[in-house]
């Protein structure tokens, strides 16, 4: 019986490059923090940040969880500034939704190679029932995972993780007993964050 391997996203995966040469202002450094609350520029409220990972923050809008460059944001007196309202913000990530689950369609094949996010084979595409890809690991094992945890780009189809990260996912859920039954529960409890496209982030910045 194939092992059905869910809880593989990490939470706030980011499909945006961080923006690692940029600085964050020193007046936004010292009120950036989770929980915080960002505005538009007519001062309606954007979202709240549920996150700071290194360069980038996750904005939650309510509708969309967006990973952006902190140094999209800037301050004033009401708090922290974005340069895009609500419903720009949202739309940018709808768009962007809708471009990266074009291109995961249409490189879903059968005999397609996966791979993680730092390069690693992860398996090959052996069938598809709706959601529900099987893939063949290196090792000969099968596993079931969920279109939702799977991402296309330019050099091809992954897993939205890294080799370690994969790795101990698979263990656990071709291994059996408790360990299994313990990655599907926490699927229940997690779920992927959509990055907003570079697009949006440059907006964001101006």
């Known amino acids: 019986m194939k092992n059905t391997l869910i809880a593989l996203a990490l939470a706030g995966a980011s499909l945006m490059p961080a923006a690692a040469a940029a600085q ?3 007046e936004v450094a010292a009120i950036l923090k989770t929980g915080a609350t960002v505005y538009g520029p007519q001062g309606a409220e954007v979202g709240t940040i549920t996150s700071v990972e290194g360069a980038n923050i996750v904005l939650d809008t309510g509708a969309h969880k967006a990973t952006l460059p902190a ?10 500034l974005i340069s895009m309202t609500k ?7 709808a768009a962007a939704e809708a471009k990266a689950n074009s291109s995961l369609m249409a490189a879903l094949t059968t005999g397609a190679e996966v791979k993680t996010t730092d390069g690693m084979v992860a ?26 945890f799977m991402m296309a780009d330019a050099s091809g189809l992954k897993v939205k993780m890294d080799s370690p ?5 698979v263990a656990k859920a071709t291994s059996g007993g408790a360990d299994a039954s313990a990655t599907a529960d ?9 990055a907003a496209t570079d697009e949006a ?3 964001a910045a101006e």
Do not use: C, H, W, Y
Not at 71 to 79: A, F, P, R, Y
Not at 87 to 93: E, I, N, P, R, T
Not at 186 to 194: L, R, S
């Open 87 to 93: 419903q720009q913000l949202d739309s940018a990530v």
């Open 123 to 148: 398996g090959t595409i052996t069938s598809m029932e709706g959601d529900n890809i099987t893939l063949e690991l290196p090792t000969g094992k099968s596993i079931v995972l969920t279109r939702e």
């Open 201 to 203: 982030s440059e907006d």
């Open 24 to 26: 964050v202002a020193p």
């Open 186 to 194: 926490a699927a229940t409890e997690t779920g992927t964050e959509t």
């Open 71 to 80: 140094t999209s944001l800037g301050k004033n007196e009401k708090g922290l």
């Open 165 to 169: 990260t994969f790795q101990s996912a």
